[in-house]
DNA sequence: GAGCGTTCAGGCGGTTCA
DNA sequence: TGAACCGCCTGAACGCTC
């Protein structure tokens, strides 16, 4: 052989590319390197996907004894109760196959009781249930934290202006008109008493913040506003915001009972004060003698 | 503020309507804690096995429901199309079991599409296919994985001596003689030609060294070779090895289609080697005028 | 990601009628 | 008797929880 192994002596170096240690190129030649799993069902030899019930079975073993291990009436051997349990023979005999299954050690234990089983489904219906719910919670919960910076950063704008100009007689808007700069302004007195009545029910009620703002939305997006021509979305917008207010009413009497029939009413109030907004136009008209308004000053003074 | 953000809703639903998405408590039907499942098929009243085709059912109707659906021509009911569907009559009319299964809400579209099912199947035969090819492979991987290992083993032994005794100049086999020490030797110069043209072409085929050391090992077990008693389980291997380079040639020809024709090219040269070889024992016969190899000796050089 | 349960199609022996 | 039907058993694929 000389030859036979001279060539391949001589060929050895020859179509490598100028390698020193020859034992290097050894790794990365192009067939896979990666482990082949040589794991193997402890029951019958089929290829494993893991553990199941304390053993490495495959997945049909694991579904036999999952399904057969739990039943009254188990099976019974028809030959000696020897029966070889390979992968081509294991749905021979059933007898066989669990009684190989538990000699490996398969656990009956580990196969979830049917109580066990009850409660599971029961937890995951209760998640399923609580799944839109929570994601409805959660957008309402946004929507009510939007609304309350706008009124944070709102207040707050009001608010600095009353700290910066009260001592320079400056304040702006209607925030701190007496009854008797009302009359002056030629108001009727019934009109005035009906406003001041309105903020005192409103005072009791002792609105935590997130309910006022929602309900302040709920007065914004009326689709009855003067001007306002998309009134199908305004109205979606004014139904989502009441909704969002009752969700929440409904939320915070788990922790606060006393507040009964809080949602109906601020419905009222907000049913007053519409009616309330009415008849300040008409007065308004009535003082002014404005027989229209153009849509810009509705906006501005609404 | 007050004034300004009024307006006036009364558009809003009546407060009492309080069913939200909140659903039904779902605790597991209390009734019975007991194993005894209370699901029973709201085809039939037998009892359930799980959710089949989006309705919990038996798995008498949800096969017959998987087989019959999809039939063109479905069942006619003989009678007024209300028979009783219960265990013991639901096979006496599949009309009605039919439409009792869609009535309670099984859906058509759960079933696969007979597309979808061509495509499971074709995934299944393909897999199914291809489990003993890549068992192949794999064995193919492990062979050339044994014979780089020892063909590295070999070499090293090799380089160290070169490495180790060159300054002592000494060189074990015939590694790097030169054309003049062969001629020296007594070789005919057409024989060192023509050595020299086949490491030459096997030099430019720039083997890989799965490809080499496959070449070599069907080389290697020549059923030919003198003194092989059992040629039959020679051959075998010589015919394993040759398949195992044929197989990784073509699979490697997906990375590297320059390569054609390579088996057959490495196919001829170990023909021609084989030529080689005879040529070698008639020279060396001729030079040292040796009558006959004992068995010992053939195989010591060959 | 490992290891459970769930759900689908399929295999197969038994059953029912024509 | 045999073709269609029936339903139990099987395992592959997937979903879910820790
Ligand atoms: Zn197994
Ligand atoms: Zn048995
Ligand atoms: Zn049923
Ligand atoms: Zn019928």
């Given at each position: 052989?000389q030859?036979?192994?001279d060539?391949?002596?001589?060929?050895?170096?020859?179509?490598?590319?100028?390698?020193?240690?020859?034992?290097?190129?050894?790794?990365?030649?192009?067939?896979d390197?990666?482990?082949?799993?040589?794991?193997?069902?402890?029951?019958?030899?089929?290829?494993?996907?893991?553990?199941?019930?304390?053993?490495?079975?495959?997945?049909?073993?694991?579904g036999?004894?999952?399904?057969?291990?739990?039943?009254?009436?188990?099976?019974?051997?028809?030959?000696?109760?020897?029966?070889?349990?390979?992968?081509?023979?294991?749905?021979?005999?059933?007898?066989?196959?669990?009684?190989k299954?538990?000699?490996?050690?398969?656990?009956?234990?580990m196969?979830?009781?049917?109580?066990a089983?009850?409660?599971?489904?029961?937890?995951?219906?209760?998640?399923?249930?609580?799944?839109?719910?929570?994601?409805?919670?959660?957008?309402q919960?946004?929507?009510?934290?939007?609304l309350?910076?706008?009124?944070?950063?709102?207040?707050?704008?009001?608010?600095?202006?009353?700290?910066?100009f009260?001592?320079?007689?400056?304040?702006?808007?209607?925030?701190?008109?007496?009854?008797?700069?009302?009359l002056?302004?030629?108001?009727?007195?019934?009109?005035?008493?009906?406003?001041?009545?309105?903020?005192?029910?409103?005072?009791?009620?002792?609105?935590?913040?997130?309910e006022?703002?929602?309900?302040?939305?709920?007065?914004?997006?009326?689709?009855?506003?003067?001007?306002?021509?998309?009134r199908?979305?305004?109205?979606?917008?004014?139904?989502?915001?009441?909704?969002?207010?009752?969700?929440?009413?409904?939320?915070?009497?788990?922790?606060?009972?006393?507040?009964?029939?809080?949602?109906?009413?601020?419905?009222?109030?907000?049913?007053?004060?519409?009616?309330?907004?009415?008849q300040?136009?008409?007065q308004i008209?009535?003082?002014?003698?404005l027989?229209?308004?153009?849509?810009?000053?509705?906006?501005?003074?609404?």
């Amino acid at each position: 052989m000389q030859l036979t192994l001279d060539s391949v002596a001589c060929m050895l170096r020859a179509p490598s590319e100028e390698q020193g240690p020859v034992a290097a190129p050894l790794i990365p030649e192009g067939m896979d390197s990666r482990e082949d799993e040589p794991r193997s069902c402890v029951v019958c030899g089929d290829r494993a996907t893991g553990y199941n019930f304390h053993a490495l079975t495959c997945e049909g073993c694991k579904g036999f004894f999952r399904r057969t291990v739990n039943k009254s009436t188990g099976p019974t051997c028809p030959f000696t109760g020897s029966c070889e349990v390979s992968r081509a023979q294991r749905r021979r005999c059933p007898a066989c196959r669990l009684q190989k299954c538990l000699d490996v050690g398969m656990r009956k234990d580990m196969v979830l009781s049917p109580e066990a089983l009850a409660l599971r489904r029961a937890k995951q219906a209760l998640r399923r249930a609580q799944q839109p719910l929570m994601k409805v919670r959660k957008e309402q919960n946004e929507l009510v934290q939007t609304l309350l910076e706008a009124h944070t950063r709102y207040v707050a704008t009001m608010f600095d202006q009353f700290v910066q100009f009260k001592t320079q007689n400056f304040l702006c808007g209607p925030l701190c008109y007496t009854v008797e700069d009302a009359l002056h302004a030629g108001f009727q007195k019934e009109f005035i008493e009906w406003i001041f009545h309105f903020h005192g029910t409103l005072r009791q009620l002792r609105l935590q913040e997130p309910e006022y703002v929602l309900m302040a939305a709920v007065a914004l997006f009326s689709p009855d506003r003067p001007g306002v021509t998309q009134r199908e979305e305004v109205e979606q917008l004014q139904e989502k915001m009441a909704l969002t207010l009752d969700s929440y009413i409904k939320e915070q009497r788990q922790q606060r009972p006393q507040k009964r029939f809080l949602y109906a009413k601020l419905l009222g109030l907000l049913t007053e004060l519409r009616s309330i907004n009415n008849q300040y136009w008409y007065q308004i008209q009535r003082i002014q003698g404005l027989p229209a308004m153009v849509p810009l000053l509705q906006e501005i003074c609404s």
